[in-house]
């Protein structure tokens, strides 16, 4: 694999492969560095756990890795993404972890440097997609979940704005997940979906769920006329005590962070026996181990 884009890249014997290494990685633990290599995190979004989660995970294989501080960098002098990106490439970088707010950014760089030996990485562009959270998501699943054809998923929140949710649903549809469910207010429902069903009641929606997924009521990207009241959203679709009982006793709670507390869910459930939050950013550094690895391997 020469970089990762996208979900839609992958067949499903990629996934499986990458999640043979990841948990060989969690199981086994570091690798002996084979040769050096330089990685560097390229982020023009804030970012906690993406950034950090890749940095172990490259200093785990054994290569280098730099950051490129963006707002003391020279992008603030101008420089656009391709230039400063061709500037660390000649410097000896050759994987780039990249997260930008324009969708497609990481596919058009991929396109504009095709001949060049360097590796990109989506770590979130925009709306369009978050591949490997998708991926550390799946991981996380499978650690409870046995057949992943019997399970229904609950996806709640702002789905509209969701790259997370994107990646999800490809990834779903490619695994045959057996049902996937997007519970979103009206203003935050997407118009067509690549896989699965939408629907307006969270108790519809959870009604059996294996797996609850909430997102992020990620406020920096509503639109004025998307714009809804933080109480009512509470009311109607955060996780609470009392509404998880919808769902399967033994539903885990997931969502890729950061969580505004009180918002998507309470405190209790976020805290509580079945939520996985915490596994999720665990996994993810043995992910991005197995995706750094194949992508070394190219
Ligand atoms: N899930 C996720 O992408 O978290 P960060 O924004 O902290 O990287």
Redesign the pocket.
């Known amino acids: 694999m020469k970089h990762l884009l996208d979900i839609k890249q992958l067949t499903q014997h990629d996934v499986q492969r990458l999640m043979q290494r990841a948990f060989y990685f969690k199981k086994k633990g570091v690798l002996i560095p084979r040769h050096e290599a330089t990685l560097a995190t390229m982020f023009y979004e ?6 950090i989660s890749f940095t172990l995970a490259a200093s785990r294989l054994g290569m280098q890795v730099v950051n490129l501080d963006v707002p003391t960098s020279s992008v603030a002098k101008g420089e656009s993404m391709g230039d400063t990106l061709a500037n660390l490439h000649a410097m000896g970088v050759g994987y780039f972890v990249i997260r930008h707010s324009t969708n497609g950014v990481v596919r058009s760089l991929a396109n504009a440097y095709d001949g060049a030996s360097l590796h990109l990485i989506n ?2 562009d925009g709306t369009h997609a ?1 591949p490997s ?1 998708a991926l550390l998501d799946f991981m996380t699943i499978l650690e409870h979940k046995n057949d992943v054809s019997g399970l229904k998923i609950a996806i709640v929140g702002d789905v509209l704005h969701s790259r ?1 949710a994107n990646s999800w649903l490809e990834l779903a549809q490619l695994m045959g997940v057996g049902e996937c469910v997007l519970i979103a207010p009206e203003p935050w429902q997407p118009q067509t979906l690549a896989f699965g069903k939408k629907v307006t009641s969270l108790e519809e929606g959870l009604s059996d769920a294996d797996v609850i997924v909430c997102l992020r009521v990620q406020r920096e990207r509503l639109l004025p006329f998307e714009q809804l009241d933080l109480h009512t959203y509470r009311s109607q679709y955060a996780l609470t005590t009392q509404s998880i009982r919808y769902a399967k006793h033994d539903a885990i709670v997931m969502h ?3 969580v505004n507390r009180g918002v998507e869910m309470e405190s209790e459930i976020m805290d509580g026996p079945q939520s996985v939050i915490l596994q999720q950013v665990e996994n993810g550094v043995y992910m991005r181990m197995a995706l750094l690895e194949e992508l070394r391997s190219d």
């Not at 804030?46 to 950034?51: A, V």
């Open positions: 804030n970012s906690t756990r993406t950034r770590a979130g978050h959270q997370v890729p962070g950061p």
